[in-house]
């Protein structure tokens, strides 16, 4: 389907070719046409005056009874026990949903051996954790964990399920979504809880250039993923009391067809880039490879990690596991120095969280210092060595 042209009306202005995202509108014979790669986002229709353009009618979806989904529950995402952060940081906006929603937040775990695990995320602001332990179901395994989760749902019919955008959420989320029949919005950076009672999702689109909110009216669960390091951890209360419900799968559930033979962990010198409290990172103005020596010397000194942006990751200077913003990792550490680094709104929308965000660009123009704390104008090729050579000074080194 795509936008539909009143030839009676369109006066061929070109005003819904400037704004179309995906260039999916030319002007031919004097009229608008519109071409198979419409996405239906409606931003040409707000953008004509003569109201010439028009969605398709589109046949609205059996609703299911929604009046017996109740609740909100995050999943907890682990390894080897240990409790992603992106789990405490979902508690925290799942808190927020609930209270104003009037129901139960609950969180989902499942592996085995997660007793330890599920009273932390009661101290982290869960009323229930859903414990589901099982020996077949660690290592996590995208099938069993996916058949787990949809026999919960059935079950307990939550009215919204947030997971964490990760490489374990990404994997097996979107199958729960089409197990359920649901929708799904993800990378989402912003929810809420509106006047009708439905979570308002809203994502980036069009490579940051839009943000989109988008509602599930007619399914449910109402489901989302959340980028990690943009949603704030809540405070952990060790007096906190809540209960941990256990779930018993069917065998069905917890037979995969897959094993799990070997988990790798990447080895780096520097600290991973989601934990790393200072973030070095180095754009296109670094031109070669080699010149992020200089990005790493520094990431280490100040005991911090390396990111990149994307372009220096198409070029294959950096691995994608390095880059920061739209299309890469969210971070928000107390440092943020970007060197070289103009300021894309695609990179920006990653690391803005940041609490200083210093820039050393030689451009005073770039818009990257339209969000810094701190902004040095120099070439970065006498800057950043003169600025590790100072440091090791300082230190004696």
Known sequence: MKARIDKEKCIACGECVEVCPVEA???????AQVDDTCTLCGLCVESCEYEAITMPEVDAPETEDLESYRGVWIVAEHLNGEVHSVSYELLGVGRTLADKLGVELAAILIGDQLQDAAQQLI??????VHLVEHPALTPFNDESHSKVLTELIRQKKPEILLGGATAMGRSFIPRVAVAVETGLTADCTGLDIGEDGLLYQTRPAFGGNVMATI?????????STVRPMVMKKPVFDEQRQGEVEPFTPSQEAVTSRVTVVDTVIQE????????AD????????????????????LALLLDGAVGATRSVVDEGWKAYSHQVGQTGKTVSP???????????IQHVVGMQGSEIIVAVNKDPEAPIFDIVNYGVVADLFEFLPAFVKKIKEKRGE
Do not use: H, W
């Open 25 to 31: 509108i030319d002007i031919v014979d004097e009229v």
């Open 215 to 223: 509602l599930c009216p007619n399914r449910r669960p109402q489901m």
């Open 278 to 297: 200072v973030v070095v990172t180095g754009g296109r103005g670094l031109q070669k490879a080699e010149n992020f020596d200089v990005i790493e010397d």
């Open 268 to 275: 780096q010198e520097t600290a991973r880039l989601a934990e």
């Open 123 to 128: 101290g982290y602001g869960a009323d229930r």
């Open 334 to 344: 107390k440092l943020y120095l970007a060197c070289g680094v103009s300021g894309a």
